[in-house]
């Protein structure tokens, strides 16, 4: 399956420079399975600009799709289907079975 990732959260503002200049910036905050990682992986991606966000909700699973900055320009929402809630950890308990 895709690079699918869980948003947690997001933290915008702005920051001036020693230079004086204003900066504005958007991160991202996520969640996924890795290879070698027990458990999820936590990471941050810089956003290309506030419009991104907008209709996102925390909890969400999605891909991300990313400009040539590696910032990210597109949230494309997934709905949470069995495999998606599994790699997560987040299958319901009635659908776990057992192995022999």
Do not use: W
């Amino acid at each position: 399956m895709a690079n699918i990732k869980k948003i947690v959260g997001y933290r915008i503002g702005d920051f001036r420079t020693e230079d004086g200049n204003d900066i504005h910036f958007i991160n991202l905050f996520c969640i996924s399975p890795a290879d070698g990682v027990v458990g999820l992986q936590s990471e941050k991606f810089k956003v290309d600009s506030d419009e991104v966000l907008e209709g996102i909700e925390f909890g969400q699973f999605a891909e991300l799709y990313f400009n040539d900055k590696q910032k990210v320009v597109l949230i494309q929402p997934l709905p949470p289907s069995d495999e998606i809630l599994s790699m997560f950890y987040e299958l319901p308990v009635e659908k776990i079975t057992e192995e022999d």
